[in-house]
């Protein structure tokens, strides 16, 4: 999608942002509008993506340019248990977005995660790998690739993982941020348990949006990894949190494996990812998740 360089709003590229609430959202807005686009983001309120008349309506009368999914049900164990309305919001939802979007010709990017993947590599999963879900929530996004890519040939699927972002509100989304979480938990507790056999490429909200942005200007549509380099896991990420934080001397980490948490839903272990693609497009992977994790603090203070 090349960019229009005229200003005048007649001329903006317009993009249509589900899920505007969320985590990434905001980012999303933040750096779309920087970039000069007309962006129109709709909350749940305004368009559950599980009405397909809502869906088909908003984007028959707003025309944009390019739309972006973000909207999702992601709390695992929530997913596994309410498996059909899961499928909806998950599945369903960018169904009637892929299809609505695709009769039109407007280019889309539905939001996707390495939990497609099954997480017992010990190493990165790349794009070329073969998806394997283990989880309601995996299973869920893998389809919402597959209608996609049915309905629209016209699609980026961006796979991400393990997002922080400022635009986190508990009181909004359950689902957290894992930062915030070790923050407050850190300011209230003298000990935390951390799993120490769970890694993860840890992804700050504002380099994947930005990311995005530079992938949708090449036209180059596929499906992409973005997440910030390197990886780590959830006990060294901690100790870096609150190393960054200044509060390492206020709290002991004690380390646990993956299966001392009863938990409802199967947690992948390696959601590792790096991209082949990305380069191959001449865009560069965004920083280190130390570089990206020193950034977010700064920004939220
Ligand atoms: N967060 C992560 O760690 C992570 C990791 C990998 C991939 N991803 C992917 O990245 C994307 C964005 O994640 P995020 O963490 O920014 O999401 P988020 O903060 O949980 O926001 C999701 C938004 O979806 C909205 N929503 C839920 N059901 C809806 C419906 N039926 N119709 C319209 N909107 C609905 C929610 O609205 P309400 O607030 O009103 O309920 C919420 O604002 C998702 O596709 C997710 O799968 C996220």
């Known amino acids: 999608m090349k960019k229009n360089t005229k200003s005048n709003v007649a001329n903006r590229q317009k993009v249509l942002i589900f899920g505007s609430r969320g985590m990434l959202a905001g980012d999303l807005i933040v750096s779309f509008k920087k970039d000069g686009f007309l962006v129109i983001g709709v909350d749940k309120d305004v368009c559950d993506i599980t009405k397909e008349e ?3 309506l908003i984007i028959n009368q707003t025309k ?34 892929a299809k609505h979007s695709g009769k039109l010709g407007i280019p889309f990017v539905q939001l996707s995660t ?24 995996g299973i869920t996004k893998l389809n919402a690739e597959y209608f996609t890519k049915l309905y629209n040939p016209k699609n980026y699927i961006i796979r991400t993982n393990f997002l922080f972002g400022k635009n986190y509100n508990p009181k909004i989304t359950k689902t957290g941020n894992f930062v915030q979480r070790i923050l407050l938990l850190a300011r209230q507790n003298s000990e935390l348990k951390v799993v120490t056999d769970q890694i993860i490429s840890a992804t700050y909200t504002k380099d994947l949006a930005e990311t995005i942005l530079k992938i949708v200007k090449t036209d180059k549509y596929g499906t992409y990894h973005v997440t910030n380099s390197g990886h780590t896991s959830l006990y060294d990420f901690t100790k870096k949190i609150l190393e960054l934080a200044k509060l390492k ?32 497009i001449g865009i560069k992977a965004p920083r280190s998740w130390q570089d990206a994790l020193s950034a977010y603090l700064d920004e939220i203070g």
């Open 54 to 56: 809502s869906v088909r």
């Open 64 to 97: 944009p340019n390019l739309i972006i999914n973000t909207a999702v049900l992601q709390n695992l164990d929530e997913c596994d248990n309410n498996p059909v309305a899961t499928m909806m919001v998950n599945a369903i939802g960018p169904s009637f977005i």
């Open 114 to 137: 390495i939990y497609v993947f099954e997480g017992n590599k010990p190493s990165y999963y790349t794009e070329d790998d073969r998806p394997n879900p283990v989880n309601v929530y």
């Open 249 to 280: 001397n206020q709290v002991n980490i004690k380390g646990v494996k993956l299966a001392d948490f009863s938990q409802t839903a199967k947690r992948p272990q390696y959601t590792i990812a790096r991209s082949v693609k990305l380069s191959s």
